[in-house]
């Protein structure tokens, strides 16, 4: 079956950084555009940014842009997302997810099939 396995999350203070990861399995990783949501207690799950199956397209939620990095590791079937300069609005449990198999990437949560556990990050002031 298809598991997606996020890791890294953590306690950092505001300025610090992180290095969420995701191992799939179970699925063509190659062939899918990988996608990081978000969600805070009490709000609905947001995009944070998507990454090509290709590796060179990517996209990014404006209140991450500049601070945010994906990548993608197609020979280990892994994705990454580099978080510096986080900050206590960051603070979420950060889920990766595989898309349908789509042509483009997406930022609607409903286009993306297969989605981790999540990972807590929380950021401190």
């Known amino acids: 079956q298809v598991q997606l396995v996020e890791s890294g999350g953590g306690l950092v203070q505001a300025g610090g950084s992180l290095r969420l990861s995701c191992a799939a399995s179970?699925?063509?990783?190659?062939?899918?555009?990988m996608g990081w949501f978000r969600q805070a207690p009490g709000k609905e799950r947001e995009f944070v940014g998507a990454?090509?199956?290709?590796?060179?397209?990517?996209a990014y939620a404006d209140a991450v842009k500049g601070r945010f990095t994906v990548s993608r590791d197609n020979a280990k079937n892994t994705v990454h997302l580099q978080m510096n300069s986080l900050k206590p609005e960051d603070t979420a449990v950060y889920y990766c997810?595989?898309?349908?198999?789509?042509?483009?990437?997406?930022?609607?949560?409903?286009?993306?099939?297969?989605w981790g556990q999540g990972t807590q990050v929380t950021v401190s002031s």
């Open positions: 997810a595989a898309d349908r198999v789509r042509a483009t990437m997406s930022i609607r949560s409903s286009n993306y099939e297969y």
């Open positions: 179970g699925l063509t990783f190659s062939l899918r555009n």
């Open positions: 990454i090509g199956r290709n590796e060179a397209s990517t």
